[in-house]
């Protein structure tokens, strides 16, 4: 019978128990790859993409938005608003982009400027999502402030997080460390950078946005 | 190295004096000490609010020449116990280690141990 259609009932379900429209935010410290999963995910969906990426840390430094971008599984489905914010540090040296990267020192200042603007745009950002997909470095200590404070707050907030464990291809890479570091929250191990395991982190994403969760008032 | 780049100035900051404040004295405090070269350890440290606001204090205070930022570990909020839940107490965060950005660098960092130094040549103020 049409209704009980695996995929229809699905969607019933979804519709009565779930989310079926979300605000995703894509957060992290800068260089561990949020637009490069930004743009995985784009392309994927919609076969479009988010923005530049590059070795130089805060490329990105305003939040951009894609909406109405919908994942599916076998199953089901969910609908969502990605913003790609800028990486959230609590320290910019403009001599780090001249030493380091060989930017010009006027180069230098305007991206550190640039950089501190868009830290600031995250955390006010915070406030506007109704989940967010954390991206770590796998191969990076996981212990850093920037997640303890990011993951503080959307505890505090009561907002599910799905914890990306980027960079799996890399040699050195443990995202065990990272399952073991913050047990509370899902972590799914990826390369956005190869695709690999994308599939599992789009049915994570649907069964883990897509649930019912009343967000804790401040 | 001159003598006064070797003075450091460590202040250990009771849980007495961090609760007597608001959130927004807290962070008054901290970016005013940091600025002038202090390495702050507070024995109970930042609400993750509280860390997410000195966060975005602390960018719009960056001066390229003088102050790039905080260099901040700490830990997560201590669960409330069964008993302490019953009494209606909250979650409480753990010590915090702030320094300027400059002159503290964190080596490691797990759930028991902070290791950072000192980056020699920027004493306090």
Aim: charged share 30%.
């Amino acid at each position: 019978m049409g209704i009980f259609r695996k995929g229809r009932l699905s969607a019933i379900i979804q519709k009565i128990f779930g989310k079926k429209h979300a605000k995703i935010g894509i957060y992290g410290p800068p260089n561990v790859g949020k637009t490069t999963l930004a743009n995985r995910i784009l392309r994927d969906w919609t076969g479009d993409i988010m923005g530049s990426v590059s070795e130089i840390p805060h490329e990105t430094r305003r939040a951009k938005w894609k909406k109405d971008v919908r994942v599916e599984n076998d199953a089901s489905s969910l609908l969502m608003d990605i913003v790609d914010t800028p990486g959230i540090s609590t320290k910019v040296d403009f001599k780090e982009f001249m030493n380091t990267w060989g930017l010009t020192k006027e180069e230098a200042k305007i991206r550190a400027k640039e950089a501190t603007e868009g830290v600031i745009e995250s955390i006010k950002s915070l406030e506007n999502v109704d989940g967010v997909l954390l991206v770590m470095d796998s191969t990076q200590d996981p212990f850093t402030q920037v997640n303890v404070t990011i993951l503080g707050n959307l505890e505090a907030r009561n907002l599910p997080v799905l914890i990306a464990a980027n960079k799996i291809d890399m040699e050195d890479s443990s995202p065990a460390t990272l399952k073991s570091a913050f047990p509370q929250h899902p972590v799914v191990p990826i390369s956005a950078l190869t695709g690999y395991n994308s599939d599992t982190l789009y049915s994570t994403m649907i069964k883990h946005f897509g649930k019912r969760r009343k967000k804790k008032w401040r | 190295m001159t003598k006064k780049d070797l003075d450091i100035a460590f202040n250990l900051i009771s849980r007495q004096k961090i609760n007597g404040l608001t959130s927004e004295e807290k962070l008054n405090f901290i970016i005013k000490e940091v600025k002038n070269g202090k390495i702050l350890v507070l024995e109970q440290g930042l609400t993750p609010v509280e860390q997410a606001g000195l966060i975005e204090r602390t960018m719009k205070e960056i001066e390229n020449d003088t102050f790039i930022g905080v260099e901040m570990e700490g830990y997560g909020e201590d669960a409330p116990s069964f008993i302490q839940k019953i009494f209606g107490m909250a979650k409480r965060p753990r010590m915090t280690l702030i320094g300027p950005a400059n002159l503290l660098k964190m080596i490691k960092k797990d759930s028991d141990m902070i290791q950072t130094k000192i980056i020699s040549g920027s004493g306090a103020r």
